[in-house]
């Protein structure tokens, strides 16, 4: 019976084909136990590596198979895709995973699979090894859930060997996690009475941590501090009042993450988001009598911030007092036409710096600001070189604050992004527009200045548009405006405008509404206008004042 069980082994890679050769791949090259199959997934980020992946693996196996990791760029991703292929390729066979850098000894599968009989999986001892020094011998013969809530006593990656269809039915690894993956992989799995979980009760596994490597580096510093507050979030439920104080006291003296993170994980009581913009059915007699209603106010808006009018009937919008939108970096990793940031057309690395972040919160509680909203745009925000630190640092105003949304605002491009996106902590919300080219057809014309149009002198400008009210004030590299669009276009047209501090509570920023207004493609539209309702618009119109801001604005850099 025992030997006709198929024994998958499952590698998977990131970023280190040296480690992959010298340990993964050896150590199974050395098993003396028969195994049917290997599988290597591989999460590399560059071509060249996943190459040399490629060629070490197939000269080492050569019926191995190498597939690249298509879900999520993190590790669970990675073990998940090779698992998803495993059961649709062996169904009811155990499988063996082993990273990358980790090692077995020679009878690791023997053991195992001698192990096996009525189980759903068998778990081995651990050796730790530091800079080539064996430190630490964890040999486990039991596990309760509790166990996995102090710490891990034994249950890793590398020492799972597991019945296909039992990790299956656990749901596999949680892909939204940044790490703690095989201690929640474990309590998902215990938690099922029917689960039987054995013990070779022999050091078999050999776990390598180098001193500057990056597997040290997740037990230290945000990526951590994130990894448990996820965990915390998912599990706290199942944890007793003994489980969560020692969570947080082991959180606090070993890892030096501040009890109060833990407080507002729960996000459920926040100030609401942006509603989902709803499919329409453009064909419905409903849809154009919305679209008529709509082109009617477009006519009446154009009279309302008439000069005249608005001496009448007020300033049509004025700059909140409860929402703010941060521009961490003008970097971006799309151009997209139209970019109201101007990345495309004036595409610069520069951004905000951690101390005018942590200055923002410390002003803020300072002045008892009641933000309800906190926004972290760009650019792409997940490329600030900083942004984990900006994400812990923000969180601190939460503390006094618990009801205020803290939003990260990603396109969600791309793999960088994407694995920048797994590490944003459980206190923020993401708003991922998936953005998946640089043509954006629902964009209005942001270059097309209405200072370049016949009777813009007859224009309040300090009517300003919806996003003084809906969006928020702006903070950008170079200062507060009425909305993060102004701060974009103080910094290509190098005026430096901006205020220094949060803008004083009888401040409505009118000069810089008067200013930047006249320039911008927005000021038109007046209100958000959901894209079923947008005019068509052709990507890359330039009216004449913003040919020159980009002149100048290339002359600048070309002198610099
Ligand atoms: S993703 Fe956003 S910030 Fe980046 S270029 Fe496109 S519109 Fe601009
Ligand atoms: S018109 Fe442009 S610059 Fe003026 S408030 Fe609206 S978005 Fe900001």
């Known amino acids: 019976m025992v030997d006709s069980v198929q024994i998958i082994v499952l590698v998977t890679t990131y970023n280190r084909p040296e480690l992959?050769?010298?340990?993964?791949?050896?150590?199974?090259?050395?098993?003396?136990?028969?195994?049917?199959?290997?599988?290597?997934?591989?999460?590399?980020?560059?071509?060249?590596?996943?190459?040399?992946?490629?060629?070490?693996?197939e000269g080492m196996f050569r019926d191995g198979t190498y597939l690249i990791n298509e879900r999520t760029p993190g590790a669970a991703g990675?073990?998940?895709?090779?698992?998803?292929?495993?059961?649709?390729?062996?169904?009811?066979?155990?499988?063996?995973?082993?990273?990358?850098?980790?090692?077995?000894?020679?009878?690791?599968?023997?053991?195992?699979?001698?192990k096996i009989d009525g189980n759903d999986a068998v778990i081995s001892g651990i050796r730790t090894v530091l800079d080539g020094e064996p430190i630490d011998d964890r040999v486990p013969n039991s596990f309760t859930i509790s166990d996995f809530f102090a710490s891990n006593p034994?249950?890793?990656?590398?020492?799972?060997?597991?019945?296909?269809?039992?990790?299956?039915?656990?749901?596999?690894?949680?892909?939204?996690?940044?790490?703690?993956?095989?201690?929640?992989?474990?309590?998902?799995?215990?938690?099922?009475?029917?689960?039987?979980?054995?013990?070779?009760?022999k050091v078999t596994m050999l776990y390598h941590l180098e001193k500057k490597r990056e597997s040290l580096t997740m037990t230290q510093g945000r990526g951590k501090h994130t990894g448990l507050l996820q965990f915390y979030c998912k599990h706290k439920k199942l944890m007793t009042g003994d489980d969560e104080k020692a969570f947080l006291k082991r959180s606090k003296e070993l890892?030096?993450?501040?009890?109060?993170?833990?407080?507002?994980?729960?996000?459920?009581?926040?100030?609401?988001?942006?509603?989902?913009?709803?499919?329409?059915?453009?064909?419905?007699?409903?849809?154009?009598?919305?679209?008529?209603?709509?082109?009617?106010?477009?006519?009446?808006?154009?009279?309302?911030?008439?000069?005249?009018?608005?001496?009448?009937?007020?300033?049509?919008?004025?700059?909140?007092?409860?929402k703010i939108e941060i521009d961490l970096t003008y970097a971006c990793n799309l151009r997209c036409h139209d970019c109201n940031r101007s990345c495309r057309q004036a595409p610069d690395g520069v951004e905000i710096q951690?101390?005018?972040?942590?200055?923002?919160?410390?002003?803020?509680?300072?002045?008892?600001?009641?933000?309800?909203?906190i926004r972290l745009l760009g650019g792409e925000p997940t490329l600030h070189s900083k942004f984990e630190d900006v994400l812990y640092e923000i969180g601190r105003y939460k503390f006094s604050h618990p009801r205020c949304r803290l939003e990260v605002v990603t396109n969600g491009y791309g793999r960088k992004v994407k694995r920048k996106l797994l590490n944003?902590?459980?206190?923020?919300?993401?708003?991922?527009?998936?953005?998946?080219?640089?043509?954006?057809?629902?964009?209005?014309?942001?270059?097309?200045?209405?200072?370049?149009?016949?009777?813009?002198?007859?224009?309040?400008?300090?009517?300003g548009c919806s996003n003084i009210e809906q969006c928020g004030i702006g903070l950008t590299p170079s200062g507060y405006y009425p909305?993060?669009?102004?701060?974009?276009?103080?910094?290509?047209?190098?005026?430096?405008?901006?205020?220094?501090?949060?803008?004083?509570?009888?401040?409505d920023m009118l000069d810089l509404?008067?200013?930047?207004?006249?320039?911008?493609?927005?000021?038109?539209?007046?209100?958000?206008?959901?894209?079923?309702?947008?005019?068509n618009s052709t990507p890359g119109v330039m009216s004449s004042s913003w040919e020159q801001i980009y002149d100048e604005w290339k002359a600048r850099r070309t002198s610099q």
């Open 513 to 535: 509404l008067d200013e930047f207004c006249s320039y911008c493609g927005r000021f038109e539209s007046r209100y958000f206008t959901p894209p079923e309702l947008m005019p």
């Open 424 to 463: 944003v902590p459980p206190f923020f919300h993401i708003e991922n527009t998936m953005k998946d080219s640089d043509i954006q057809p629902q964009f209005y014309s942001f270059n097309v200045a209405l200072k370049d149009k016949k009777g813009s002198q007859k224009i309040d400008f300090t009517n």
């Open 78 to 114: 990675t073990w998940n895709h090779g698992l998803n292929w495993i059961h649709e390729n062996y169904p009811d066979s155990w499988v063996a995973i082993i990273d990358d850098d980790d090692e077995w000894t020679p009878e690791h599968l023997k053991i195992c699979k001698s």
């Open 154 to 201: 034994g249950w890793q990656g590398s020492n799972t060997f597991i019945r296909i269809n039992s990790i299956k039915k656990a749901g596999f690894f949680d892909e939204s996690l940044l790490c703690t993956h095989d201690r929640d992989l474990a309590i998902r799995c215990l938690v099922n009475e029917d689960f039987k979980v054995t013990f070779s009760e």
């Open 255 to 322: 890892f030096g993450l501040d009890a109060g993170f833990f407080q507002i994980t729960d996000t459920s009581m926040d100030y609401s988001g942006f509603p989902n913009i709803p499919e329409v059915n453009e064909k419905t007699l409903q849809f154009r009598l919305r679209k008529m209603i709509h082109t009617l106010k477009k006519f009446w808006w154009r009279y309302r911030v008439r000069k005249g009018i608005t001496k009448v009937l007020g300033r049509q919008f004025t700059r909140t007092r409860e």
């Open 20 to 57: 992959l050769e010298k340990r993964a791949l050896k150590s199974i090259s050395l098993q003396t136990g028969k195994f049917d199959a290997v599988v290597l997934v591989d999460n590399s980020d560059s071509e060249v590596t996943k190459k040399k992946n490629q060629e070490i693996f």
């Open 483 to 507: 909305c993060a669009i102004a701060g974009g276009i103080d910094r290509v047209t190098g005026w430096n405008l901006g205020r220094h501090g949060i803008p004083a509570e009888q401040d």
């Open 354 to 373: 951690l101390e005018k972040i942590q200055q923002f919160v410390d002003d803020s509680l300072d002045r008892s600001i009641s933000w309800k909203k």
